[in-house]
């Protein structure tokens, strides 16, 4: 039998998603065995790959980058997974979203600091107006609530989707978790 | 069979037969056969105001959904709590009251002892469907003791009905109207300068959500609202 082939990403989250994915600890080996690490924060790879199987997305979508990667991230992947509340509720990340980005990058880079630094405007990605969950982008086929989900959930969930089965997290996970 | 005497109704629920009394409601009928109707506004001791619609039921004859807790008992009702349309509807309430204001559960006050939290995980709600609106709303922490934060807000009027009806006070009220509706402190004062209030803390006890909550943790206790139908059954007995 082939392996599956798993990626994970990380958007605008904390990494406490991918925090709790470690916290599978030896279980880690388990999946190690029936999965293929293709794209990760954990792992060296540039590209996200063609045909992965499973993806599991930590984070919002806050930035012209994070909406031009889960766009490719979509169209590269047969099931994409929503992993914890940045990624399906826009959780912390979006509590930005009462003020404008203007107001956002000047509290930041002026009101709060000792010492001003410049607004930057080069090579880092320019901030979307309004932070927004995974699934009001492109289409979601699971999602794991949760900041973060905790290990037990996610080990579930992915050996569901290892055995051919479509996860129902009803009662094993809540928003905030 | 006799016949009802006319201060009892026979009824079924869920297909069970069940009697009770005239005065009751189909909410206080279901529970007191132990069947299960999720609430969200209803409080023990609180008058009802079917504000929430998450206790909406089916009933036979009738195209209607009907809110469970306002709905009194008939002769011959035909009930019926769990449905799929049921569920339907209730987890589409839920999602709208998400998606109206900013319920960030993970910094929250209330997480884990959240009733809007707790309903959505027992109504299996894994994501929102609905865009969330993210409207910029303030906290008011001029208190000594309490802040309300209307972020967390589902304007289930609690706080209102308890303040009113058990303490008297009626600090608590509701300004505008539709989405902009909000849960004012005497005439849109700040709380710390309210003249009313008693400072008694029944609001923070009732509050579902993290709307109310007592200053100085970073996590709140669990409420505590079970002291309303004691109250309210003690000064029944005074009357």
């Not at chain 1, 405007?121 to 969950?133: G, K, M, T």
């Not at chain 2, 069970?16 to 279901?30: G, H, M, N």
């Not at chain 2, 609905?130 to 309300?148: E, G, I, T």
């Not at chain 2, 006070?169 to 005439?187: C, F, K, N, Q």
Request: proline share 6%.
């Amino acid at each position: 039998m082939s392996k599956v082939r798993l990626a994970t990403v990380w958007l605008d989250g904390c990494s406490g998603c991918h925090m709790s994915f470690l916290d599978m600890d030896e279980r880690l080996l388990d999946l190690a065995g029936r999965i293929e690490l293709v794209y990760s924060p954990l792992v060296d790879h540039k590209e996200y790959p063609e045909n992965v199987d499973v993806v599991l997305v930590e984070g919002s979508i806050s930035s012209e980058e994070d909406l031009h990667k889960i766009k490719k991230i979509r169209a590269r992947s047969k099931i994409l997974v929503s992993l914890g509340d940045c990624a399906v509720t826009g959780n912390v990340p979006a509590m930005r979203n009462a003020f404008s980005t203007a107001e956002v990058l000047r509290r930041v880079y002026v009101e709060n600091v000792s010492a001003p630094s410049p607004i930057p405007d080069q090579v880092v990605p320019a901030l979307l107006p309004r932070v927004c969950p995974v699934h009001e982008v492109v289409p979601v086929d699971v999602f794991v609530p949760g900041c973060p989900p905790s290990a037990d959930t996610i080990f579930w969930t992915l050996t569901e989707l290892l055995d051919g089965r479509r996860p129902d997290l009803t009662g094993r996970t809540r928003f905030g978790a | 069979m006799s016949p009802a005497t006319p201060d009892v109704k026979t009824l079924k629920i869920d297909g069970i037969d069940i009697s009770a009394r005239s005065d009751q409601t189909v909410l206080e009928a279901a529970r007191e056969h132990e069947l299960s109707i999720p609430t969200l506004c209803h409080l023990d001791g609180l008058s009802d105001v079917g504000a929430c619609r998450l206790c909406l039921v089916e009933v036979k004859g009738t195209a209607k959904l009907l809110p469970a807790c306002v709905t009194r008992v008939e002769e011959g009702m035909d009930v019926t709590t769990k449905s799929d349309r049921l569920l339907k509807y209730r987890r589409m309430i839920l999602e709208l009251l998400f998606a109206e204001r900013n319920h960030v559960c993970s910094v929250c006050v209330a997480n884990g002892h959240c009733d809007l939290q707790g309903l959505a995980q027992a109504h299996g709600l894994t994501h929102v469907q609905f865009p969330y609106r993210y409207p910029k709303l303030p906290v008011d922490a001029s208190h000594n003791r309490f802040v309300v934060d209307h972020n967390r807000c589902i304007l289930c009027t609690r706080c209102v009905r308890v303040c009113d009806e058990v303490e008297g006070a009626h600090t608590w009220d509701v300004m505008g109207r539709g989405i902009e509706s909000m849960v004012i402190t005497d005439l849109h004062q700040p709380w710390g300068e309210s003249d009313t209030c008693t400072s008694c803390g029944k609001c923070v006890q009732v509050c579902p959500t993290g709307a109310l909550f007592e200053k100085g943790r970073a996590r709140s206790a669990a409420k505590r609202p079970d002291f309303l139908p004691y109250l309210t059954m003690m000064r029944e007995e005074k009357r």
